[in-house]
């Protein structure tokens, strides 16, 4: 019996306590479930950042590989302008006759007549002067003729050093042509003082290697000035030009 109103004495105590401290442990959960709540919270804020700052990188990398894609394609775009202006820049003529140095010269676009002639070494003596503007605009791929004082059988296309384009097969062909009807003119003739290796290898006992002694000949000494001095060439005698002679002209 001691034992039984021991017990319940105990149990009405804790009761007590517990109705005392009932304030307190209201309080205890209610600020467990804060802390709790917050915690939550935060963690769900943290995420979201987290998944804002990757979709933010991944959007830059993009916006990264788009601006090198198109700068790429704007330095290719920039180098092939670049070479075409470089390649606007200049002009390539071919020029001939009575000049110390006949051959192919490289200029700046917007040269003159008179630039090429001073990049083939000058004019000869024997230059006709009156035959040529030598303030002509040069332009690419330009064939100029410098006639020889006193010469006949000067090309059609070249007398007053007009240029004439190769660029295309068309013209290639008048060249051609105005080269026949010369020819036909002087009866078949060579002209020694204007005549290409081509033409000069149509002669009877010249080739290529003679033809081209020809050529030297008449550039050192600034032309023929007769057909008979032809036989001051190296490797042309008296037989080879006693061959050759009625086919020659000046």
Not at 78 to 106: E, R
Not at 131 to 154: C, F, M, T, W
Not at 162 to 172: I, R, Y
Request: glycine share 8%; net charge positive.
């Amino acid at each position: 019996m001691n034992q039984e109103n021991y017990t319940k004495s105990k149990f009405r105590q804790v009761v007590d306590w517990l109705l005392e401290k009932k304030i307190y442990l209201i309080g205890i959960i209610l600020v467990a479930g804060g802390v709790y709540f917050y915690q939550a919270r935060q963690n769900q804020v943290d995420n979201s950042a987290l998944l804002t700052s990757s979709q933010s990188a991944s959007a830059g990398s993009s916006f990264y590989s788009s601006g090198a894609s198109a700068s790429r394609g704007s330095s290719a775009g920039n180098a092939q302008t670049s070479s075409m202006q470089v390649s606007s820049n200049k002009v390539v003529c071919d020029i001939s006759g009575a000049v110390k140095h006949q051959g192919v010269y490289t200029l700046k676009n917007g040269m003159r007549l008179e630039d090429l002639i001073e990049c083939a070494g000058g004019l000869s003596k024997r230059a006709d002067l009156k035959a040529i503007n030598r303030s002509q605009l040069l332009h690419d791929q330009d064939k100029i003729y410098i006639p020889y004082k006193g010469e006949k059988n000067v090309p059609a296309s070249s007398a007053t050093a007009v240029s004439t384009s190769s660029a295309t097969s068309n013209n290639a062909d008048v060249s051609a042509a105005s080269e026949d009807s010369a020819s036909s003119a002087s009866g078949g003739q060579v002209n020694i003082n204007t005549a290409s290796a081509t033409e000069l290898q149509k002669l009877n006992g010249i080739g290529e290697k003679k033809a081209q002694q020809i050529i030297a000949y008449r550039q050192e000494k600034g032309g023929f000035k007769s057909i008979d001095e032809l036989k001051e060439v190296s490797g042309i005698g008296d037989k080879t030009f006693a061959a050759i002679k009625d086919q020659l002209t000046i």
